[in-house]
Nanobody, 118 residues
Framework: QVQLVESGGGLVQPGGSLRLSCVVS????????MSWYRQAPGKERELVAT????????NYADSVKGRFTISRDNAKNTMYLRMNSLKSEDTAIYYC???????????WGQGTQVTVSS
């Protein structure tokens, strides 16, 4: 059974930090590129950051460059998103996404809410 479980969301003040985690099971984590997406109320889901299966390459949306860091620990089947200098516009539900590096399998997590507000 495939599972992607996000955690670490919550309410934080502007300028604050959070670290999201995504723990996966049911598939070979090291064979999948991983990404964080987010969806704010009334907006489309957007890509935040991506990391390759080995963790050697990362990419970020322009809106989060320099503030967010994506990482992964293949031994723990876990991906992370460190979010610093949070802004109100970062408020969204954050989703974990797995895409098979060679293949067509894709999986989504259930999401975790991040709210940036004073």
């Amino acid at each position: 059974q495939v599972q992607l479980v996000e955690s670490g969301g919550g309410l934080v003040q502007p300028g604050g930090s959070l670290r999201l985690s995504c723990v996966v099971s049911g598939f070979t984590f090291g064979r999948y590129a991983m990404s964080w997406y987010r969806q704010a109320p009334g907006k489309e889901r957007e890509l935040v950051a991506t990391i390759t299966s080995t963790g050697r390459t990362t990419n970020y949306a322009d809106s989060v460059k320099g503030r967010f860091t994506i990482s992964r620990d293949n031994a723990k089947n876990t991906m992370y998103l460190r979010m610093n200098s949070l802004k109100s516009e970062d408020t969204a539900i954050y989703y974990c996404f797995a895409e098979e590096s060679i293949g067509v399998r894709r999986y989504w997590g259930q999401g975790t809410q991040v709210t940036v507000s004073s």
